[in-house]
Every structure is written in structure tokens, then in C-alpha cells.
């Protein structure tokens, strides 16, 4: 998981410090005239152990850590974050030459760390209230309906009682697809023939739930661009109609930037709760991760790992870092 970042961003990081430690063209002889309290022996090991780093000359170096994290999905504005940071940490300040290369991880380490949303316990959140209804959502093959199987299991295992429903009335092939999941999980599915209403299917699944005490209804929608107008605008009619206590958006880590612009535009249409990250098992650049929590201002939930039903990561923001900087 993000090996390539990891190993790109190691390599920038000690050409970068490597580069500040370089020596600098002699520097003009200091005024005879010293401060009293600095003795000779201090002055010189100032000159041999520190340095100092001009604006110019770090725009210059930054440039490769710059395309490394660009290259790894990072957002610009993000990059444009640790641009800032990193700078207000080197520029015109005396670095001691055997600390640059820890003080521009350090600094990568928090800059990055404070991108991301907390993440919430939606274990927890779903025993506050009797149906407690969760609305998926994202583009086609996004990995949606093997979430909801993954949920299902994770719910179970917490001793708390599912349904689904099948609001995925587009897609040849959907409910089947389902009705797998919710008989290996034995989860009950409620549905209705194809081309039906999808905002009728989720009504019913509630009201089923409602009868019969269970607690989490887990509502499946039919894959939508973000650029279609007319399903943005059914989704919005499932929520009006639902109104889910959590919204889940879910994503492809591998897509990159194409993911974080799906998050931000449903989020502005249709508000999101939470993220979660599919295939985050086979993402070797890791810069959705950093990035689209940030973006959306919305917590990541969980990192899809793998296909079987316990391969679901509740995430945790200092891991990302660890794995990154290991």
C-alpha cells in the first residue's frame, strides 16, 4: 500500500536535504565587532553546522517534491499547503545541517496529518437510533455494493441486525448481485421489479425495518457520474425521501484526482457524511487519501482492502502517515 509514493517521496526527500546541505559559496567575513556573549569557538561552530536558506533557492529545490506528490495523486492545493508549511519552516532560518533531512519530514508528517477530517465510529453512531439508515453512493464500479456486504459483516459481528435495499433499479444485474451478499450474509433484501422507483424501494425497506425492530437499513443506489444532471438529481430525491442519518460516498483510490472531483461534486450537490476508499489495497500512490478528505471537509470512514467481507480498515489518519514515512 503506497509503496511507490513511499519510496519516490524518500528519495525527493534526501535529495531535497541533501541539496540545502550542500556548502555555499564563501560567505563575506563577519564584522570584527561581536555580541560579548558569543565566544569564538560558538561563532565557529555555527559556521560549520548550520546553514541558511533563501526563498528563490527553495521554490528551486521544492520543484521535485512538488511532481513527486502531484504525481501521486496529491491535490494541487494540497501541494500548495505543504509548500507553504515547509517554507515558513526553512526559509531564512539557521538549520542545523545534520537535522534538515528530519526537520522536512517532521514538517511533511503534521502538514499532512492536519489535512484530514476525524474519523467518527459509525458502529457506535448506528446504536443511537432504530432504523438507522445509510445511503451509498458513487459512479459505477466504484465498489459500492461490496461495501454494503462489508458493512452488513461488520454490523453482525457487533450484534446488530441489517436489511438492504435494492435502490439500484438501473443496473441489469444489481439485485442478483445483492441477493448474493445478503444470503451468504443472511441479511434479508427488499426489492422491487427493475425501472422501479429507487426512492420507493429504500421508503419500504424502512418501513419494513421499523416493523420488524431491526437496526440498520443499508440502501444500495444505482452508479451516477457526477457530471449527470438527472441522476444527481433522482439521488436527491432518495434523500429526501430516506433521510439517511449517514451518507456515504465511495470511491476508487486508484482513480486518483478523478476520485477527489466525484467526492467534491457530490458533496456539493448532495452532502456527504464520510468516505469510504475502495481497492486502497492495490494504491500504490496514496494521494486520494491525503487529498479528498481535505477537499470535502468529510472524514474518511474506512479503506476497502481486499474481497472478503473482514477486508474493511477503519481508518486511522496516523497510520497513513506511518506508512508513508516507515
Known amino acids: 500500500m503506497f509503496d511507490t509514493f513511499k519510496r519516490k517521496l524518500k528519495e525527493t526527500i534526501q535529495a531535497f536535504s541533501k541539496k540545502i546541505e550542500e556548502p555555499k559559496e564563501p560567505e563575506k567575513a563577519e564584522p570584527k565587532i561581536e555580541k560579548e556573549e558569543r565566544t569564538f569557538l560558538e561563532k565557529i561552530k555555527e559556521k560549520v553546522t548550520t546553514t541558511a536558506l533563501s526563498e528563490e533557492k527553495f521554490n528551486e529545490l521544492f520543484y521535485d517534491l512538488e511532481l513527486v506528490l502531484l504525481e501521486n495523486n496529491v491535490a494541487f492545493e494540497i501541494v500548495e499547503k505543504i509548500k507553504v508549511a515547509l517554507k515558513k519552516e526553512l526559509v531564512e532560518t539557521k538549520l542545523k545541517r545534520n537535522e534538515i533531512n528530519k526537520i522536512i519530514k517532521d514538517n511533511l508528517k503534521k502538514t499532512i496529518l492536519s489535512l484530514f ?112 444532471v438527472n441522476l444527481l438529481e433522482e439521488m436527491k430525491k ?27 461534486t457530490f458533496n456539493e450537490e448532495i452532502g456527504i457524511d464520510g468516505i469510504v476508499l475502495s481497492k486502497a489495497d492495490v494504491d500504490d500512490k496514496g494521494g486520494t487519501a491525503i487529498s479528498i478528505s481535505y477537499v470535502t471537509k468529510k472524514p474518511i470512514l474506512f479503506l476497502g482492502t481486499g474481497q472478503n467481507y473482514g477486508d474493511l480498515e477503519g481508518f486511522v489518519p496516523e497510520k497513513i502517515i506511518k506508512k508513508l514515512f516507515e
Open 238 to 264: 432518495i434523500v429526501r425521501v430516506t433521510k439517511p442519518d449517514l451518507k456515504l460516498f465511495i470511491g476508487e483510490a486508484i482513480t486518483g484526482n478523478d476520485c477527489i472531483e466525484q467526492a467534491k
Open 117 to 228: 477530517q476525524e474519523p467518527f465510529d459509525v458502529v457506535e453512531e448506528a446504536k443511537k437510533k432504530k432504523p438507522y439508515v445509510i445511503l451509498f453512493f458513487g459512479i459505477n464500479g466504484s465498489g459500492k455494493t461490496t461495501t454494503i456486504a462489508k458493512l452488513a459483516y461488520l454490523f453482525k459481528k457487533n450484534k446488530l441486525s441489517c436489511i438492504l435495499a435494492a435502490s439500484d433499479t438501473f443496473r441489469a444485474g444489481a439485485e442478483e448481485q445483492l441477493q448474493i451478499h445478503g444470503d451468504k450474509l443472511g441479511v434479508k433484501m427488499i426489492k422491487h421489479k427493475y425501472g422501479a422507483d429507487p426512492a420507493a424501494v429504500a421508503f419500504d425497506a424502512i418501513k419494513h425495518a421499523a416493523a420488524k425492530d431491526i437496526d440498520i437499513v443499508l440502501v444500495d443506489t444505482a452508479g451516477r457520474m457526477h457530471s449527470n
